[in-house]
């Protein structure tokens, strides 16, 4: 609650926000790329296989499209950027907090919510949504590439499929999903960073329970956002 209060106050960190959102862009772009395509890879494998014995080859891309946007894209982006980005902002706060850092910009009247946490949280939630998009765009091509070159599959089939199933609310979907890990990716960074005590050994504790529990509060984030999405946007018929 007082990050998000944080968000509204001013005068905002502007050029921190920036910072943060160039450092987390910096260390996920290319990771969130790479793991996106074995990704898409997988989907096209046991997509493929399964519709292949359906008899229903026609319709794999349309599926692996699905898939990729709603929900490959954004959790191995957001698993990249709570990993990269995350873990770096809780060493980096977990640090500061140690060597006192921390309280002394409390003693000069300067609030550490609004001048380190905010800027952070948001970048990691901004960074999150853009690398999504391009996450989503090489998963796609990762998937369609596979099925046509290794599967043997219909490059006018797969193309043609993507209407199907697929529709505009599942590309809104996915961004608003990664928007929303990354925000939470950050609040678990930051609150682990700010709360760091015990010396070193206390932050390295506090980086490794970021990542766990930011990874288990993805998975459940997901599985809530996909219920709820599935009950206001029913899935498209064939």
Not at 124 to 152: D, P, R, W
Not at 192 to 213: E, L, M, T
């Amino acid at each position: 609650m007082e990050v998000f209060r944080g968000m509204f106050r001013r005068p905002f960190a502007w050029r921190e926000l920036s910072d943060q959102a160039w450092f987390a862009t910096r260390v996920s772009l290319l990771p969130a790329c790479a793991i996106t395509v074995p990704f898409g890879a997988v989907l096209a494998l046991q997509i493929g296989s399964l519709f292949d014995q359906l008899g229903a080859r026609s319709f794999t891309g349309a599926v692996a499209v699905v898939g990729i946007v709603q929900q490959a894209a954004p959790i191995a982006t957001v698993v990249i950027v709570a990993g990269a980005a995350g873990t770096a902002v809780a060493a980096d706060l977990g640090s500061r907090k140690i060597r006192e850092e921390l309280d002394a910009l409390e003693v000069l009247g300067l609030n550490v919510i609004d001048r380190l946490v905010v800027p952070r949280v948001l970048a990691m939630g901004i960074v999150a949504a853009l690398l999504n998009a391009i996450a989503t765009s090489v998963g796609i091509i990762g998937a369609y590439g596979f099925n046509v070159m290794v599967q043997g599959g219909s490059p006018g089939a797969y193309l043609a499929s993507f209407g199907a199933l697929a529709q505009l609310p599942d590309l809104y979907v996915g961004e608003l999903k990664a928007f929303l890990f990354g925000i939470l990716a950050g609040i678990v960074a930051t609150y682990q960073g700010v709360r760091a005590k015990g010396g070193a050994r206390g932050v390295g504790d506090g980086v490794n329970q970021s990542v766990v529990i930011a990874f288990v509060l993805l998975f459940l984030a997901n599985a809530l956002l996909t219920a709820v999405y599935y009950e206001l946007v029913p899935p498209k018929g064939l």
